[in-house]
């Protein structure tokens, strides 16, 4: 719920930059990570400076919207900024009493405009936290291939779960 952020289109992740970055913006990103209120809305690479694309220039959330794909901004991936300028979030953490739009055991993902929204599991493992990665789909349980399955796709399980 603190950090750089991050938002992954067109299959990679990029950073954004803080022109025009607020607590607005902040409000919207906590509320879709269900990570509580926004505290602050940190920039000048405040985190560390990312590296590859940047995808999201001038940002302008009113504050009210669902998730980050409802803000008005520039066209994906066209910014006028370097990674001396992503953006931070600053939240209170976990809260339950702001459901987020994505049900804990739902794996979202933000592609664009367009918001993709996958069942998960795991089975088989030694806790809820562990197992083999199944998806739902047409009302029917399945597993994931793992041809190009790295940590950074089970960090994102991970989190989506809940575990870490």
């Known amino acids: 719920c603190?950090?750089?952020?991050?938002?992954?289109?067109?299959?990679?992740?990029g950073t954004v930059c803080d022109d025009s970055w607020d607590l607005s913006d902040t409000m919207v990103i906590c509320r879709q990570l269900d990570c509580?209120?926004?505290?602050?809305?940190?920039g000048s690479a405040h985190f560390g400076?990312?590296?590859?694309?940047?995808?999201?220039?001038?940002?302008?959330?009113t504050g009210t919207e669902a998730d980050l794909s409802?803000?008005?901004?520039?066209?994906?991936?066209?910014?006028?900024?370097n990674h001396g300028?992503?953006?931070g979030v600053v939240c209170s953490g976990h809260s339950h009493l702001h459901p987020s739009p994505c049900d804990p055991r739902r794996l979202c993902c933000v592609?664009?405009?367009i918001k993709k929204t996958v069942k998960l599991q795991l089975v088989n493992g030694s806790s809820h936290c562990?197992?083999?990665?199944?998806v739902l789909h047409g009302q029917q349980w399945g597993t994931v291939c793992d041809d190009n399955w790295d940590?950074?796709?089970a960090e994102v399980v991970c989190r989506q779960l809940g575990c870490g």
């Open 151 to 153: 940590i950074i796709d």
């Open 36 to 42: 509580g209120e926004a505290l602050s809305a940190p």
């Open 85 to 87: 300028e992503d953006a």
């Open 130 to 134: 562990a197992g083999r990665v199944e």
């Open 70 to 81: 409802a803000c008005r901004t520039r066209p994906w991936g066209e910014h006028n900024c």
């Open 2 to 13: 603190v950090g750089q952020l991050e938002v992954f289109w067109k299959q990679q992740w």
């Open 49 to 61: 400076q990312g590296t590859g694309h940047i995808w999201l220039d001038d940002m302008n959330c």
């Open 111 to 113: 592609e664009g405009e």
